[in-house]
């Protein structure tokens, strides 16, 4: 089993448990559109057995308009996010690195567009 189809297993066992409600886990759904480049974005959730009926759940909701290049589903129960109540200490500007302040690097000659 390849390292992507393991990590997929591992997520299909960590989302097994349901609501407690007689629903199948929910999973997140992110899809990219147009240009392979492109980020992925979140677009909604779906409800599923696994990470294969997940897709497919996602694709019949999230791609009928035929624009979707790639799609990932993500058991909920496995996202990890900060909280609103971290806002200051979580994200505070380091001001006090000035090293990170674009002053100190220099521009070679010859780079144009920055």
């Known amino acids: 089993m390849n390292s992507s189809a393991s990590s997929a297993a591992a997520l299909e066992q960590e989302s097994e448990d349901t609501t407690g409600h007689g629903q199948w886990p929910l999973w997140e759904v992110f899809v990219q559109e147009g240009k392979t480049a492109s980020p992925h ?56 690195k000035i090293y990170r302040h674009p002053h100190f690097y220099k521009v070679p000659i010859g780079i144009k567009g920055l």
Do not use: C
């Open 41 to 96: 974005e979140h677009v909604g959730s779906v409800h599923a057995t696994d990470a294969e009926h997940a897709l497919q759940n996602a694709r019949d909701v999230y791609a009928r308009r035929g624009k979707v290049t790639s799609m990932w589903v993500v058991p909920s129960n496995v996202i990890v996010a900060s909280s609103p109540e971290d806002r200051g200490p979580f994200y505070d500007s380091a001001e006090d």
